[in-house]
């Protein structure tokens, strides 16, 4: 093993040049695999919060391979080097022809090492994923998918931007830093007449919508929010399966002209992953457990830490007719203590309901009895629960479960 490590080429291989030139390209080349290990090391989901290490770790072993290389096989070093770099004299140790043949394929697989080394270091730093660049099943499906969006017969289309995936998008995209497949679709249409953020939720919530697409319907299109002042409205698909959403709608308006709309469509796919709380399993375990009504559904969630404790905090979208005393009537309900919908949250106690803020969102507090360090409860040393729950104009309600102590 130490002669491989220290002897001459020429002594490696009897001064034979096929065998030389042979080593010479093995060796250059592997060095680019060896590159992409802990590039492949830094995809397990323990790096995705420490990406400093996996990045650290890429840069380290790229710098040794070319310095390893470099000293072992000299550098830059062509038939008549003139001093000019260091290693063996190929012209010396092999015949004149076959030297002069090795010196330069030395030179030419340094630079092939160089060139390809770069690749494995860019994907460590840019965090990217094996999805980047052999793309998925719905992300190759996306584009036919956005084609049959069931827009009015009377707009036009006049371009469509997308995100890709491959060797040609990964070399130029600066789209990298997500661990799981996401990508979009963008069409932008010109419609000739001026369209508001009503005009835009009547035509998100009409029955063109039902199976999109074909084959492989995502579910019920249902709105998260619309706003008037931007004619801006943001939807994701309810999958018949009850799951995660994964699908996403984005709809703007533009005014183009007297009489004239530009609608820009955006189709995104985000392959779900549990969201990373930052807060512990019990706390997280408790926020799952609040009774959410069936025609709620969740469009944003994130844990966080406090002073004195930590929450999660997660917003709804709920039906229009939802109001101030239907929140009240939710929170004073049986579905808190109710062991069929599963293992119940418990009791809470509502303390108060009144309009806060300048947008004047309802917000009503609870708290889970028996966790107030009070004098009945003093040997209680515990977290106070607590809950905020608020309704907010646009059909949203917010609700934070706090466990401070």
């Keep these: 093993m130490g002669r491989w490590l220290t002897a001459d080429l020429a002594d490696l291989t009897d001064r034979r040049g096929l065998p030389a030139a042979l080593i010479l390209v093995v060796v250059?080349?592997?060095?680019?695999?060896l590159a992409l290990l802990p590039w492949a090391l830094g995809l397990l989901p323990v790096f995705d919060g420490l990406r400093w290490i996996p990045v650290t770790l890429e840069t380290l072993v790229v710098i040794a391979l070319l310095l390893g290389v470099f000293v072992r096989f000299g550098a830059w070093a062509t038939a008549r080097t003139q001093g000019l770099s260091f290693g063996e004299d190929y012209t010396?140790?092999?015949?004149?022809?076959?030297?002069?043949?090795?010196?330069?394929?030395?030179?030419?697989?340094?630079?092939?090492?160089?060139?390809?080394?770069?690749?494995?270091?860019?994907?460590?730093?840019?965090?990217?994923?094996?999805?980047?660049i052999t793309g998925t099943e719905a992300l190759d499906a996306l584009p036919a998918q956005a084609r049959e969006i069931p827009v009015p017969d009377d707009w036009q289309l006049?371009?469509?931007?997308?995100?890709?995936?491959?060797?040609?998008?990964?070399?130029?995209?600066?789209?990298?830093?997500?661990?799981?497949p996401r990508g979009y679709v963008e069409q932008l249409f010109t419609?000739?007449?001026?369209?508001?953020?009503?005009?835009?939720?009547?035509?998100?919530?009409?029955?063109?919508?039902?199976g999109f697409p074909e084959g492989d319907p995502y579910g019920e299109l249902r709105i998260e929010t619309c706003d008037a002042e931007q004619a801006r409205c943001t939807a994701q698909f309810t999958p018949p399966s009850g799951?995660?959403?994964?699908?996403?709608?984005?709809?703007?308006?533009?005014?183009?002209?007297?009489?004239?709309?530009?609608?820009?469509?955006?189709?995104?796919?985000?392959?779900?992953?549990p969201p990373d709380w930052g807060v512990s399993q019990e706390t997280i375990e408790q926020a799952r457990s609040i009774p959410i009504p069936s025609d709620w559904f969740r469009i944003d969630a994130y844990g966080k830490n406090t002073r004195d404790g930590e929450g999660v905090t997660q917003w709804y979208r709920v039906p229009d007719s939802f109001d101030r005393k239907d929140l009240e009537a939710w929170l004073d309900g049986d579905a808190w203590t109710d062991a069929e919908s599963g293992t119940p949250f418990g009791k809470i106690r509502v303390k108060d309901c009144s309009e806060a803020g300048v947008d004047k969102d309802y917000l009503c507090s609870a708290v889970v009895p028996g966790t107030e360090n009070t004098l009945e409860n003093s040997d209680y040393s515990g977290p106070v629960v607590s809950l905020g729950v608020s309704l907010q104009e646009d059909h949203t309600v917010r609700v934070s479960l706090t466990r401070n102590g």
């Design 28 to 33: 250059h080349l592997a060095a680019p695999l």
């Design 92 to 132: 010396e140790t092999f015949s004149p022809g076959t030297g002069f043949a090795l010196g330069w394929l030395r030179w030419l697989m340094q630079l092939v090492m160089a060139g390809l080394i770069i690749f494995p270091l860019f994907m460590a730093w840019s965090n990217t994923r094996v999805w980047h």
């Design 158 to 180: 006049e371009r469509t931007t997308a995100s890709e995936t491959g060797i040609p998008e990964f070399v130029t995209s600066t789209e990298f830093g997500e661990s799981e």
């Design 191 to 210: 419609a000739p007449r001026e369209y508001t953020a009503k005009d835009l939720e009547q035509w998100l919530e009409g029955s063109t919508w039902q």
């Design 243 to 273: 799951g995660e959403a994964e699908h996403f709608l984005t709809v703007v308006a533009d005014e183009h002209g007297p009489g004239e709309t530009r609608v820009q469509v955006r189709l995104t796919y985000r392959a779900y992953s």
